[in-house]
Structures are given as C-alpha cells and as structure tokens.
Nanobody, 129 residues
Framework: QLQLVESGGGVVQPGGSLRLSCAASGSALREQAMAMGWFRQVPGKEREFVASISWGGGTTFYADSVEGRFIISRDNTKNTVDLSMNSLKPEDTGIYYC????????????????????WGQGTQVTVSS
C-alpha cells in the first residue's frame, strides 16, 4: 500500500509562483522503486497530465502547457515529490493530484491515468487576480 498526501496549494496572482509537495508513505516504498507524477483537473474536464519523474530523478517529462514554467523534483530520502510552478496563468487553476506507478521508469507515453496506481486526494490551486 502507498499513501500520498499533497500540500502547498493556494491562491496566487497571475505571474506568481507556488510549490506543491507530495509526501509518500507505506509499505510499497520498501518493496519497489516507483516513478511519480502530477496531474490536474478542473470541473467538467478530464484529469490531465502535468509532469512525471523517474525513481532516480534523472528523467522528467512535462505537458507542453507547463514546459519551461514548472519543475518536478524528488527527494527519496524524505519520500517527497515537489512541483515548483512559476509564471502561473489562470488556466493553471485546478486540483493538483500526486500519483505513483508500479515502475521506476517514465517515458513520453506514461502520461495517462491508467499508467499510475496510487493517487493522493489533491490540493487546490487557484490563479486569479
């Protein structure tokens, strides 16, 4: 089992920054390496991929809409995965979810809900003036 808890959401003005954090705990961490990802969702729309990171942190992928503005990182000593969000836009508003998958690897195609096996409860990000 794996539990994921997101934090760091809030309200920010356009152009501002936020840093989300995801804390992982549970027996699954001791059983296998797990790649992680961030997704987001707004009411009435499907949950969409934002970013992913491999177990070792050396491989990352981003949605085109956030490339160059967001950075995903992880600290395996603390079992945390962060998402640094800069130059935020109103269209970045949504509930942000942390996710983990039963593999230490990510590639350009591991950006679908079906690729991830554990999910957090989400944290709200609102970008508004």
């Amino acid at each position: 089992q794996l539990q994921l808890v997101e934090s760091g959401g809030g309200v920010v003005q356009p152009g501002g920054s936020l840093r989300l954090s995801c804390a992982a705990s549970g027996s699954a961490l001791r059983e296998q390496a797990m790649a992680m990802g961030w997704f987001r969702q707004v009411p009435g729309k499907e949950r969409e991929f934002v970013a992913s990171i491999s177990w070792g942190g050396g491989t990352t992928f981003y949605a085109d809409s956030v490339e160059g503005r967001f950075i995903i990182s992880r600290d395996n000593t603390k079992n945390t995965v962060d998402l640094s969000m800069n130059s935020l836009k109103p269209e970045d508003t949504g509930i942000y979810y942390c996710a983990a998958r039963h593999s230490g690897y990510v590639n350009p195609t591991t950006r679908y809900i079906k690729d991830y096996h554990y999910w957090g409860q989400g944290t709200q990000v609102t970008v508004s003036s």
